[in-house]
């Protein structure tokens, strides 16, 4: 069992920004690359973005240009900032390692509601 917990989220109007924060274990965050997840009401979790050891990122097109992940090792925290959020970003979001497809990962932590709306 993971031990992930995402924290950070809450009610932003559209245009608004959030950082999420994610506390893992050292060991995972220093041998792993680190993804965030979301998933929205009836749909199912899909894969934001994702960070290497080191520190290449990549990001879902729907994202891309408004998210940023980053990672602290030494911390033991992984970050996702989200800037220009849309109604259509309202979802739990969730922290875990990378995995193709998301539907490998059988353990999930604790992940935070993000909710955009006017």
């Known amino acids: 069992q993971v031990h992930l917990v995402a924290s950070g989220g809450g009610l932003v109007q559209p245009g608004g920004s959030l950082r999420l924060s994610c506390a893992a274990s050292?060991?995972?965050?220093?041998?792993?690359?680190m993804a965030w997840y979301r998933q929205a009401p009836g749909k199912e979790r899909e894969l934001v973005a994702f960070?290497?050891?080191?520190?290449?990122?990549k990001y879902a097109d729907s994202v891309t240009g408004r998210f940023t992940v980053s990672r602290e090792n030494a911390k033991k925290m992984l970050y996702l900032q989200m800037n220009t959020l849309k109604p259509e970003d309202t979802a739990v979001y969730y922290c875990n390692y990378y995995r193709n497809p998301v539907g490998l990962i059988e353990s999930w932590g604790q992940g935070t509601q993000v909710t955009v709306s006017s």
């Open positions: 960070i290497t050891t080191a520190g290449t990122t």
């Open positions: 050292e060991s995972m965050l220093r041998i792993s690359t």
